[in-house]
């Protein structure tokens, strides 16, 4: 799959929609294979589905033949030539309690449902949020993870795959989805501590449940949930926490640095990238602030750099968006396409500063949509002042730990970073065994 480069800030500031049709949601999990490999179904685009291998990076999409059979394509998201049928075996309950992975030319391998799952349902200042508890096979108490989603109105409880992974070796997973979307009440929202209140919501009511260790409850936080699970970290004491794919910086230094992606990628140096970056900088300023000050600065550069030729090279973002219409226009409509509730200021390193809780960070270095270079020499000093904090780094890869071919222009995604799913397990359960009483943390961490 080829896809144009769409920063995940300045992706924010378009009205967003959800999915037009939704899979049939009785197929959606973990399997296991005879052979003792685990894949993940989950939703894809265009009513397909996506399977994702946990012992290999490989994954393709499922492209639907009839209602309980699918080809599997090519690639990441090639259609043809197909290269195995999926067939579920589904009971009365519209569950499929098994598969049959028939390779093309070879013969069949069954896979069976890993754990069980339920719609569970809790509530927060009298909003009802709604998700999915997958519990692993046994008895129990079982440790837990809650998943924190990133933005967007896609349901995690449908399209969050990360806890299959970590269901299938042992771990219940609760994916619900955010205020707004999905099956939730309440409005979709940015404000931080508004979904970090949420999610602590949701480590509250794992606890109380039986079948969970409420000694054991962790979070994990994706894209825009690496600013949401530290936070909720801060609301309520948690295990530890994971974060794929975030940032410590601020949305608004998130805008800046990925308009200078865009002017890197263009070859913007010099006296003009000093200018561009003054653009950047001014623009940031005014949609930050609410489309309510900042305009005077912005103004003066808007007239000396309108017929600057680097201006192509931010097409569709804040700066062109600014550059192309009238002030009066621009707060006639801008103040509706705002991420209502984003504080654009906030930093998460004065939190982790302050905070004496177990994490694991996992970055991609080539990530363009939450841009990393300043977040990991920040974490690793964190680290090496003695915070209980890790950080892994995935070379060659993109948000979402997408490997990629091409370049900056138009990448073309193969899979998933070699070792990542493996990772974020091994580090949940090397989390969960360690002893929370030897934890040390320098002066100041609480």
Same mark, same amino acid.
């Given at each position: 799959?080829?896809?144009?480069?769409?920063?995940?800030?300045?992706?924010?500031?378009?009205?967003?929609?959800?999915?037009?049709?939704?899979?049939?949601?009785?197929?959606?999990?973990?399997?296991?294979?005879?052979?003792?490999?685990?894949?993940?179904?989950?939703? $894809?685009?265009?009513?397909?589905?996506?399977?994702?291998?946990?012992?290999?990076?490989?994954?393709?999409?499922?492209?639907?033949?009839?209602?309980?059979?699918?080809?599997?394509?090519?690639?990441?998201?090639?259609?043809?030539?197909?290269?195995?049928?999926?067939?579920?075996?589904?009971?009365?309950?519209?569950?499929?309690?098994?598969?049959? %992975?028939?390779?093309?030319?070879?013969?069949?391998?069954?896979?069976?449902?890993?754990?069980?799952?339920? %719609?569970?349902?809790?509530?927060?200042?009298? &909003?009802?949020?709604?998700?999915?508890?997958?519990?692993?096979?046994?008895?129990?108490?079982?440790?837990?993870?809650?998943?924190?989603?990133g933005s967007g109105?896609?349901?995690?409880?449908?399209?969050?795959?990360?806890?299959?992974?970590?269901?299938?070796?042992?771990?219940?997973?609760?994916?619900?989805?955010?205020?707004? &979307?999905?099956?939730?009440?309440?409005?979709?929202?940015?404000?931080?501590?508004?979904?970090?209140?949420?999610?602590?919501?949701?480590?509250?009511?794992?606890?109380?449940?039986?079948?969970?260790?409420?000694?054991?409850?962790?979070?994990?936080?994706? $894209?825009?949930?690496?600013?949401?699970?530290?936070?909720?970290?801060?609301?309520?004491?948690?295990?530890?926490?994971?974060?794929?794919?975030?940032?410590?910086?601020?949305?608004?230094?998130?805008?800046?640095?990925?308009?200078?992606?865009?002017?890197?990628?263009?070859?913007?140096?010099?006296?003009?990238?000093?200018?561009?970056?003054?653009?950047?900088?001014?623009?940031?300023?005014?949609?930050?602030?609410?489309?309510?000050?900042? %305009?005077?600065?912005?103004?003066?550069?808007?007239?000396?750099?309108?017929?600057?030729s680097w201006l192509?090279?931010?097409?569709?973002?804040?700066?062109?968006?600014?550059?192309?219409?009238?002030?009066?226009?621009?707060?006639?409509?801008?103040?509706?396409?705002?991420?209502?509730?984003?504080?654009?200021?906030?930093?998460?390193?004065?939190?982790?500063?302050?905070?004496?809780?177990?994490?694991? %960070?996992?970055?991609?270095?080539?990530?363009e949509s939450a841009?990393?270079?300043?977040?990991?020499?920040?974490?690793?000093?964190?680290?090496?002042?003695?915070?209980?904090?890790?950080?892994?780094?995935?070379?060659?890869?993109?948000?979402?730990?997408?490997?990629?071919?091409?370049?900056?222009?138009?990448?073309?995604?193969?899979?998933?970073?070699?070792?990542?799913?493996?990772?974020?397990?091994?580090?949940?359960?090397?989390?969960?065994?360690?002893?929370?009483?030897?934890?040390?943390?320098?002066?100041?961490?609480?």
């Amino acid at each position: 799959m080829t896809r144009a480069r769409t920063p995940l800030i300045l992706g924010a500031m378009l009205l967003l929609s959800g999915c037009d049709s939704a899979p049939p949601p009785g197929v959606l999990g973990a399997y296991r294979f005879e052979d003792g490999s685990v894949i993940s179904i989950r939703p $894809s685009v265009e009513n397909t589905l996506r399977y994702r291998s946990f012992t290999d990076p490989t994954s393709s999409r499922l492209y639907p033949v009839s209602q309980w059979e699918y080809r599997v394509g090519s690639g990441f998201s090639d259609p043809e030539p197909s290269t195995a049928i999926v067939r579920f075996r589904v009971d009365g309950d519209g569950i499929a309690r098994s598969l049959e %992975w028939v390779p093309g030319g070879g013969n069949g391998m069954r896979a069976s449902r890993v754990g069980r799952e339920k %719609w569970v349902r809790f509530e927060r200042d009298g &909003t009802a949020l709604v998700g999915r508890l997958h519990i692993p096979a046994g008895e129990g108490p079982h440790p837990a993870i809650v998943l924190v989603h990133g933005s967007g109105e896609t349901p995690g409880s449908h399209w969050l795959y990360n806890g299959d992974f970590m269901v299938a070796n042992g771990i219940a997973v609760l994916a619900y989805d955010k205020r707004g &979307t999905g099956k939730s009440g309440g409005e979709i929202t940015f404000d931080f501590h508004e979904l970090a209140r949420d999610a602590a919501a949701a480590v509250a009511f794992l606890r109380d449940r039986p079948e969970i260790r409420s000694d054991a409850v962790g979070l994990a936080g994706y $894209s825009q949930g690496g600013w949401v699970a530290p936070l909720a970290a801060s609301v309520t004491p948690v295990r530890f926490v994971l974060v794929s794919y975030g940032m410590l910086e601020s949305p608004a230094q998130e805008a800046r640095m990925e308009m200078g992606l865009l002017l890197d990628r263009g070859g913007v140096v010099g006296p003009d990238r000093t200018a561009a970056d003054s653009l950047v900088a001014a623009a940031v300023a005014v949609v930050a602030n609410e489309l309510e000050s900042g %305009w005077e600065d912005f103004q003066t550069l808007k007239d000396r750099y309108g017929n600057a030729s680097w201006l192509r090279h931010l097409a569709g973002t804040p700066v062109d968006q600014l550059m192309r219409y009238p002030r009066w226009l621009v707060n006639l409509i801008g103040p509706r396409q705002l991420p209502k509730g984003l504080r654009w200021d906030y930093d998460s390193g004065e939190l982790l500063e302050a905070l004496c809780v177990p994490m694991t %960070w996992f970055l991609a270095d080539a990530d363009e949509s939450a841009p990393n270079a300043l977040t990991i020499p920040r974490l690793q000093a964190l680290s090496a002042s003695g915070f209980p904090i890790e950080v892994r780094v995935f070379p060659g890869a993109d948000h979402g730990m997408l490997t990629f071919d091409g370049g900056r222009e138009a990448r073309s995604y193969t899979g998933y970073a070699p070792g990542y799913h493996q990772a974020e397990v091994a580090a949940a359960l090397g989390w969960i065994e360690a002893d929370p009483e030897s934890l040390q943390c320098p002066p100041g961490g609480a």
